[in-house]
């Protein structure tokens, strides 16, 4: 049943990609037009053009593509917000509560529903950017250098000697975005529950920035710190104290998971 759920979830919240997927495709094509014209004043310096005006717009036009980068970012975060929160509580509230399925499975058709957008998005954002500044540069094997140092990078971690090590990394990374994930729909919980009546939504991100903040915290006072780096530079990977991250991250994702499923059954007060 999550997995019908979650595909039609996924149906339904298609309009909160489409600005990310504009943004995108509108942040590829700027970023092939600024990359083309850089280019060609970079050809042209060779035949006399203004070196002072090259040193000008070539970081203006890395610096467009940057913040374009983090338009798309910043659409994609709120993607998530629109799925995690406003699809819950704001436009879909009423049928969304009244699906015939348990609190349990609607909290996990939503987990995956934004694990998937966000995996699109991350996608699409890579790739577009990626083929557009490929094509304004001209040079194709920038396409195959990326994915050939993708390959390189994943023979290290294989064939290391700590492949626990970088395999617990990996994970950290995904269940850290999982607690994240978690910490929204824990807090949008809690501000929509019959405890508060009012400003909901700024509640919920005061909530949500508590937790980040209370966690950071916790983690600075145990002093865990899984990647640190030797006085030579070189990277090292300590597998108990990532375990310890990693485990301490769970636990906290099994306490805001119940949590959350405990005020929607107990505590849910939609007020539209």
Same mark, same amino acid.
């Given at each position: ?9 996924? !149906?339904?919240?298609?309009?909160? &990609?489409?600005?990310?997927?504009? /943004? ?11 990359? @083309?014209?850089?280019?060609?004043? &970079? ?32 659409? /994609?975060? /709120? ?51 990626? !083929? ?9 094997? $920038? ?7 993708? *390959? ?7 064939? *290391? ?11 950290? *990374? ?8 978690? &910490? ?17 939504? &700024? ?6 920035? *508590? ?5 950071? #915290? ?11 780096? @030797?006085?030579?530079?070189? $990277? ?16 906290? #994702? ?19």
């Amino acid at each position: 049943m999550v997995i019908k759920l979650t595909k039609q979830e996924i !149906i339904e919240t298609t309009k909160a &990609f489409i600005p990310v997927a504009i /943004m995108t495709v509108v942040g590829g094509l700027i970023t092939l037009l600024i990359g @083309t014209r850089l280019r060609y004043m &970079f050809d042209a310096g060779s035949s006399g053009y203004n070196a002072g005006i090259w040193e000008l717009i070539f970081p203006l036009g890395f610096l467009a593509i940057f913040v374009l980068l983090i338009a798309s970012g910043v659409l /994609m975060f /709120m993607m998530v917000i629109r799925i995690l929160y406003q699809s819950i509580y704001k436009q879909n509230s009423y049928r969304f509560f009244t699906y015939p399925v348990t609190s349990r499975q609607l909290f996990f058709s939503k987990i995956l529903t934004t694990l998937f957008w966000s995996v699109v998005s991350y996608a699409m954002i890579l790739g577009v950017f990626l !083929i557009a500044i490929t094509l304004s540069v001209g040079d194709l094997s $920038l396409i195959s250098g990326f994915f050939g140092s993708m *390959g390189e990078a994943f023979a290290y971690l294989l064939g *290391g000697k700590n492949v626990l090590g970088h395999v617990l990394v990996a994970l950290q *990374g995904l269940i850290t975005n999982l607690r994240y994930i978690v &910490f929204i729909l824990f807090a949008g919980s809690i501000a929509n529950s019959s405890y508060i009546r009012k400003n909901r939504a &700024f509640m919920t991100f005061l909530i949500y920035m *508590g937790l980040v903040i209370v966690t950071s #915290i916790l983690y600075g006072i145990v002093g865990v710190e899984g990647i640190t780096f @030797t006085s030579t530079g070189d $990277l090292s990977i300590s597998n108990v104290s990532l375990s310890i991250q990693l485990l301490s991250d769970l636990i906290m #994702i099994v306490i805001a998971s119940f949590g959350t499923i405990w005020f929607w059954d107990h505590k849910l007060e939609v007020l539209n």
